[in-house]
């Protein structure tokens, strides 16, 4: 069966620095690749995906994520943090062929402090 | 704002009561799911219909129903309520059934007493 692992519960960043978010997956076949960002009592919100290409994919937002298929890992990065980023983040991997189920990790709240 | 909308936006109610939820997608959008978000099981699938179609299925429990009706709306269906059903209920629309972006609607807060 598919799975996402989001190995940290929370990361804490200082504005302006560099943040990474990490995620794992385990798949049979080619990854398909989510990450979504949760504002408080908001809906999902889709920030970028990898089906197949260039490793490094660009989203919204300034994010980015690094597919990287030998250590199974799909990691979400911003060059530079704001204050407004902070959000709960969700890592995700579609389940099957000819759907679009997801599968979510159990996200990783991200604290960006001035 | 996604597009997707969600109604109502909160609902409270009684064990062994029935409700209904409801999603109207993105224009265009043929696909429709419903997740359950909880903090003890998180971010949950529960049912996929892509034009009318049932196309996936999660841990979607027997007391729990879905259908799409032709102008593409969606209705989540709870019966025989319990406790444990309390979590936010999202719907998400997307314009096919591969890996396509999903849009998330605003979602509904099921609290049962």
């Known amino acids: 069966a598919q799975s996402v692992a989001q190995p940290e519960d929370q990361v804490n960043v200082a504005e302006g620095n560099p943040l990474t978010v990490k995620c794992t997956y385990s798949v049979s076949g080619n990854p398909y690749l989510f990450w979504y960002v949760q504002y408080p009592n908001r809906g999902l919100q889709f920030l970028l995906k990898y089906i197949t290409g260039d490793n490094l994919v660009k989203g919204s937002y300034g994010f980015e994520a690094e597919f990287n298929k030998s250590q199974t890992s799909f990691h979400l990065k911003k060059p530079s943090a704001l204050v407004s980023d902070s959000a709960l983040y969700f890592c995700a991997v579609r389940d099957g062929r000819n759907t679009g189920k997801l599968i979510f990790g159990q996200g990783t709240t991200l604290q960006v402090k001035p | 704002d996604s597009g997707v909308t969600q109604t109502p936006k909160h609902l409270i109610t009684a064990t062994g009561q029935r409700v209904t939820l409801r999603c109207s997608p993105r224009?265009?959008?043929?696909?429709v799911y419903w997740y359950q978000q909880s903090l003890d099981q998180g971010l949950q699938f529960l049912i996929q219909?892509?034009?009318?179609?049932?196309?996936a299925k999660g841990n979607i429990l027997e007391r729990f129903s879905a259908q799409q009706f032709p102008d593409l709306h969606s209705e989540l269906n709870l019966s025989s309520l319990e406790l444990g059903d309390s979590a936010l209920y999202f719907c998400a629309s997307s314009v096919g059934m591969g890996a396509y972006e999903q849009y998330f609607g605003p979602g509904t807060r099921l609290t049962v007493t």
């Open positions: 219909y892509y034009n009318g179609e049932e196309r």
């Open positions: 224009s265009g959008d043929l696909s």
